[in-house]
């Protein structure tokens, strides 16, 4: 599959701090792809330069083998929610989009089109001050889709929205996937990521980690989040055990990695008789990249 976008080597300074350094990646069309990092990672600040909301940075990106530096109408390509969507409160959904639809030149035609794919057909007509935060997340991303970009990219959409709404953003990006569409999400979830997403770039303080397809991938190892009374005594415990190793402990949480090979932590019985054990969890393969 072609690429549809290339990040070549960008940095970006803030003053002395380097809050992107030398990223490079591609992104390959109809991907969903996460940009998966910690806060301050500079993830936003990506999202911000191929917004074009920053101009000052180093390096290059490109739309199809076209410079976005070079500002041909590449942003007719690009849908963005970049913060949280501003809306006119006191005018209906319906009547912010068709607003929009003057602003960009776009066919009141695809109001309908858009209002159907986050599903909001049914409450186009409310006030958008009544609507609920998951509401407004779904009108703003029917704004950014007006104009039929070919590339959605979103800032952290599930922040802030409950296990309901967080789905009802899923559904959206699947939808737009069979469309054709090439989606881009950050994100601070592996969960997030595994769950939904075919291809990611990790970032940590400004450096990418690891750019990878993560379809259909397994892992040599298969990792464990081990909650417990007692750290201490628990990791004594993990030690003695064959095969397994101590990725992370925090406080009383504690990573452990462990060959496939092996029978799962979750499955053996001596580990689990362990009183002080309060729980184990299956965590995410791309874990190992989070914690380097
Ligand atoms: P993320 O979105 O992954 O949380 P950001 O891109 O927001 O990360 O931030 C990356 C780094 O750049 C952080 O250290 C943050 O404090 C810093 N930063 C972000 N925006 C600004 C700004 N406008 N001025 C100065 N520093 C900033
Ligand atoms: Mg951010």
């Not at 069309?29 to 940009?35: G, K, L, M, Q």
Request: proline content about 3%; overall charge positive.
């Amino acid at each position: 599959m072609s690429n549809i976008l290339s990040i070549d080597t960008v940095s970006k300074y803030y003053g002395q701090l380097k809050a992107l350094d030398g990223i490079s990646f591609e992104v390959p069309e109809n991907s969903i792809f996460a940009i998966l990092g910690p806060n301050g990672s500079g993830k936003s600040t990506l999202i911000r330069v191929l917004a074009g909301l920053i101009t000052s940075w180093e390096g290059d990106i490109f739309y199809k083998n076209h410079s976005i530096r070079k500002k041909e109408n590449y942003t007719n390509n690009f849908g963005f929610i970049v913060e949280d969507p501003s809306f006119y409160e006191y005018l209906s959904a319906a009547m912010n989009l068709r607003i929009l639809c003057r602003l960009t030149n776009s066919p009141f035609a695809r109001i309908e089109e858009v209002l159907s794919l986050v599903d909001l057909s049914d409450r186009k007509d409310e006030l958008v001050s009544n609507y609920s935060y998951g509401m407004k997340q779904r009108l703003g991303i029917a704004q950014a889709l007006l104009h039929d970009p070919k590339i959605l990219i979103l800032d952290e959409p599930n922040n802030g929205l409950d296990p309901v709404g967080v789905n009802q953003i899923a559904d959206i990006i699947y939808k737009l996937s069979h469309e054709g569409k090439t989606i881009c999400i950050s994100t601070h979830s592996l969960n997030e990521v595994d769950r939904l997403c075919t291809d990611v770039a990790i970032m940590k303080k400004g450096r990418l980690v690891i750019a990878k397809d993560i379809r259909g991938v397994s892992s040599k190892k298969r990792f464990f989040r081990v909650e417990t009374f007692d750290a201490k005594y628990v990791l004594s415990k993990i030690k003695s055990l064959r095969g397994l190793s101590v990725l992370a402990a925090q406080s009383n949480s504690i990573l452990v990695s462990q060959s496939v090979n092996s029978i799962p932590l979750t499955e053996n019985k001596t580990f689990n008789k362990i009183k002080s054990i309060k729980s184990i969890q299956i965590e995410s393969d791309l874990i190992e990249y989070y914690y380097v």
